[in-house]
């Protein structure tokens, strides 16, 4: 039987005999449970095997399986107070008891462990905010009385289990249905106009329906719908004896548990014989077999040989190459998920555009708008004050997906959405700012922080920084740092453009190259920086205006515009029209049009609507490009 981890719950099969875990089951509560289907008859004994498929696999792997056997299991972390179900439980109670006193309310569901230390402030801040979704009465102050919409509510919501709708996408062309898009994606991008990628083929959004998006086919770049699923976060404790497995393999390979008088210590990050001693260890201590306890000794006598540090439970080594930087921190997903969003808010502030983050529990990956040396990162991660975490989290998750469809789904359970909302006549971020402050804009903060962050571990990792107790270390990209399997992606942008921010865009602007092409003549073509282009550019052999500005690697489509007519297949001459159009631009806007379509991610259509809103002034012009920009680095994050 091959089953994905739905099986793992819930299930009775007696003729299991044995589970074949395929990667790090990520926990020990989740590895006991789906080792638990194999055996399940009085008397028998269940059995398992990992199958590991790296060496961070290895490692995680070895430490849950130890923990495992030892009945170490993760500490269960309740929700406390959550709000949204406070909302649902009090409902609850007026359709039991149509009316019931305020303090007899609270003390029946302060009666749930949950809810132990619930105030009469906190429940009267979450009925105010129901008052104004008509989910409750409150007669003579005292009294909470059941109202009409309260039936509709209680129904729909019997669970606090989200409620994801999916919609379906019809191209308006071919007169069929293409797919169907999740919620969280429409939540997060869907707007008419905008363009995504499904079944092989470009689709622009013409109409979004309650059930139903209406596309038409297109030929130019898109955003792909892949909206995975939340990853299982690997305790900080799990990923701190993985470090711990880290330094004690490297101090094998140096030789520093040798007797003296042995054989002199090699230097090549240690020779066979530690190698085999190093396996040797990890066998003695937790239950691998050779060949998996090899890839994960050859990772690290990799790292040594090449000289780098190497990151354990009390090293961060941070390291940069080209455009992206990694923190190598053995602090487990939900630490590193929070750290890294602190720092990415922090260096998005600083160069004005977007940082990409992608986190797994043993490193934070970078993808910076242009170089950063280590040592400027690692001293960022020195002089972080722990007292700043909670401020710059809240900051920096306002301008995330993640909060706004947070936010949809506790809305829902407070009534203040119904499930087939409209989201084509719904601003997701005014909807934000209207919330700010409210119970449910603070119990969607604090299931954020319960279950994809972990606050507390960020500021005894910062302030351990601080003391000496960790270490912060510089280096290129090493083997460690670029072994990453890769985690949950997410885009920070910067709130506010300020004017040194603008000059910053309009200086890389300038420095950018543009690809000059007149499509009268399709003779001349000249790559230039795109401060040499000329107010109104002009071909210099046959004196036409019609001159297309390209991005250097579009060149190809140069190519396609020369071909005869005749010779274009259908795409030829969709492609040939965007090029005109290119061109038509920059024959009525001039070098205006040329700085907008040299912009990251801007193609005709979007520059067309940035240059169209003839702008007061230069900086609104160019605020309006990083504002494109933006928006371009943020659904990238739905791309394969």
């Known amino acids: 039987l091959i089953c994905t981890s739905s099986m793992e719950l819930g299930i009775d099969i007696g003729d299991v005999d044995h589970v074949i875990q395929y990667s790090s089951p990520r926990t020990v509560s989740r590895l006991i449970q789906r080792v638990g289907r194999a055996g399940h008859r009085i008397g028998l004994t269940s059995s398992g095997t990992i199958i590991a498929t790296c060496a961070d696999d290895v490692a995680e792997a070895c430490v849950i399986a130890r923990r495992a056997a030892a009945g170490e299991l993760e500490k269960i972390s309740i929700h406390d107070r959550p709000a949204d179900v ?19 309310a609270r003390e029946i569901i302060s009666r749930a462990y949950p809810f132990r ?17 008509r989910l409750v009465r409150l007669g003579d102050e005292t009294v909470l009385q059941r109202t009409k919409k309260a039936r509709q509510y209680y129904f729909e919501n019997l669970s606090m289990i989200p409620d994801e709708k999916r919609f379906n996408v019809y191209d308006m062309v071919g007169r069929r249905s293409v797919g169907t898009l999740d919620e969280a ?50 305790p900080f404790a799990v990923a701190q004896e993985v470090g711990e497995i880290r330094r004690e393999i490297a101090g094998i390979l140096e030789g520093e548990d040798e007797e003296e008088g042995e054989k002199e210590r090699e230097k090549d990050g240690g020779g066979q014989g530690e190698r085999d001693r190093a396996i040797a260890w990890l066998q003695e201590r937790y239950p691998v077999n050779g060949d998996a306890g090899r890839e994960l000794v050859d ?29 190598n921190a053995c602090l487990g997903h939900k630490t590193n998920d929070t750290l ?7 260096l998005s502030a600083r160069f004005g555009s977007s940082v990409e983050i992608s986190v797994d529990p043993y490193r934070i990956e970078l993808a910076l708008p242009k170089p950063l040396l280590a040592e ?35 809305a829902r359970k407070f009534g203040a959405f119904s499930r087939d909302i409209d989201y084509q006549r719904v601003s997701m971020a005014k909807l934000l700012a209207v919330f700010e402050g409210t119970p449910m804009y603070r119990e969607a903060l604090r299931e954020i922080y319960h279950d994809r962050l972990d606050i507390e571990r960020t500021k005894w990792a910062l302030e351990k920084i601080k003391d000496g107790s960790i270490k912060v270390v510089t280096g290129s990209l090493s083997p460690i740092g670029s072994s990453g399997r890769g985690g949950g992606r997410d885009v920070t942008s910067p709130e506010h453009a300020d004017a040194a921010v603008i000059d910053l865009l309009k200086s890389r602007i300038m420095a950018d190259r543009v690809l000059l092409f007149c499509v009268n003549c399709k ?18 052999l046959c004196s036409s205006r019609m001159i297309a500005a390209l991005k250097p690697w579009e060149e190809e489509e140069i190519a396609v515009v020369k071909k005869p007519e005749k010779k274009k297949t259908a795409e030829d001459r969709k492609r040939t029209k965007r090029v005109f159009r290119n ?33 007061k002034d230069e900086m609104e012009f160019y605020r309006d490009i990083l504002k494109a920009e933006r928006e371009y680095a943020r659904t990238k994050r739905f791309w394969g």
Not at 340 to 346: E, N
Not at 588 to 611: F, H, M, N
Request: hydrophobic share 40%; aromatic share 6%; glycine share 8%.
């Open 523 to 540: 003779k001349w073509k000249s790559l230039r920086p795109v401060e040499r282009v000329a107010e109104q550019p002009e071909c210099p």
């Open 86 to 104: 406070l909302a649902n439980q009090i409902v609850g109670l007026e359709m039991d008891f149509w009316e019931i006193p305020l303090e007899r």
């Open 376 to 410: 400027e990162i690692a001293r960022t991660l020195e002089e972080l004050d722990p007292s700043y975490v909670e401020p710059i989290l809240e900051m920096t998750l306002k301008n995330t997906t993640l909060l706004r469809w947070k936010m949809v789904h506790v």
């Open 185 to 234: 994606f429409v939540i997060s991008f869907a707007e008419p106009g905008a363009t995504f990628v499904t079944k092989g083929e470009i689709w622009e959004i013409s109409e979004i329906g309650e059930d139903e998006i209406k596309v038409v086919p297109i030929h130019r770049s898109g955003e792909i719908p892949s909206w995975t699923g939340e990853e299982i976060p690997v």
């Open 583 to 615: 061109a038509n631009l920059v024959l009525s806007y001039g070098k205006t049009a040329a700085i907008a379509l040299a912009s990251r991610g801007l193609g005709p259509e979007t520059a067309a609507r940035v240059v169209g809103k003839r702008q």
């Open 117 to 133: 230390e619930l105030s009469g402030e906190e429940m009267a801040g979450v009925i105010a905010q129901m008052e104004e979704s």
């Open 299 to 327: 990772l690290i006598s990799k790292q040594a040989e090449k000289g780098h540090p190497i990151p354990d439970q009390s090293r961060i080594v941070v390291e940069s190459g080209g455009e992206g930087a990694v923190i």
């Open 340 to 346: 890294g969003r602190i720092i990415s808010s922090l």
